[in-house]
């Protein structure tokens, strides 16, 4: 059974940062690419950005609201992905979650929540 | 990049079929075969249930399908049930990713 697992999410000051992680086990973690998306109290899923496997050459891509801003890594021995986010704003405050794949998601974990407030 | 556009909300009757319309641009619905869908329930992850336009993962009730026509998709669920009352979102790649805004279905 594949488990997709965030944790790191918390209440954060506006330009501070935080950093979640996403665990993943019952799948073949070096194969697949990885993705953030994120959904605000009340809306819409948000594509955050993803991460590439180190076969298709570990790249990343992000969204233009967070791109400059936020950097996903991943530990392939740990098979865990990272979002390391910085300069929070107000409006990044949302549900993230962690998802296999990079062009459809397959696998959820259940989402670790961020508040960004003074 | 901008969001895909759904209708914000459909309604059906137990065992009718409705249909949620996805419409993009010729620069990510219409020019790749990457739309999937997925369905979420309040408080819950959201599920894949289309991949790749059409296919339907392992698991996935056949009562989902999905088609492409130029630069709208469209997911049809047939012999509606209660327990599709839900949000559906649609995806599509393009250059980076892109999600509709999101449809309520409402089971009457």
């Known amino acids: 059974e594949v488990q997709v697992a965030e944790s790191g999410g918390g209440l954060v000051k506006p330009g501070g940062s935080l950093r979640l992680s996403c665990a993943v086990s019952?799948?073949?973690?070096?194969?697949?690419?990885m993705t953030w998306v994120r959904q605000a109290p009340g809306k819409g899923l948000e594509w955050v950005g993803r991460?590439?496997?180190?076969?298709?050459?570990?790249?990343?891509d992000y969204a233009a609201p967070v791109d400059g801003r936020f950097t996903i890594s991943r530990d392939d021995s740990q098979s865990t992905v990272y979002l390391q986010m910085s300069s929070l704003k107000t409006e990044d405050t949302a549900l993230y979650y962690c998802a296999t794949g990079g062009h459809w998601f397959e696998f959820w974990g259940q989402g670790t929540l961020v508040t960004v407030s003074s | 990049q901008s969001a895909l556009t759904q209708p914000a909300s459909v309604s059906g009757s137990p065992g009718q079929s409705i249909t949620i319309s996805c419409t993009g641009t010729s620069s990510d619905v219409g020019d790749y075969n990457y739309v999937s869908w997925y369905q979420q329930h309040p408080g819950k992850a959201p599920k894949l249930v289309i991949y790749?336009?059409?296919h339907r993962p392992s698991g996935v009730s056949d009562r989902f399908s999905g088609s492409k026509s130029g630069n709208t998709a469209s997911l049809t669920i047939s012999g509606l049930q209660a327990k599709d009352e839900a949000d559906y979102y649609c995806?599509?790649?393009?250059?980076?990713?892109?999600f509709g805004g999101g449809t309520k279905l409402t089971v009457l």
């Open positions: 019952g799948f073949t973690f070096n194969n697949a690419w």
């Open positions: 995806n599509s790649y393009t250059s980076s990713v892109v």
């Open positions: 991460i590439r496997s180190k076969a298709d050459g570990g790249t990343t």
């Open positions: 790749d336009v059409s």
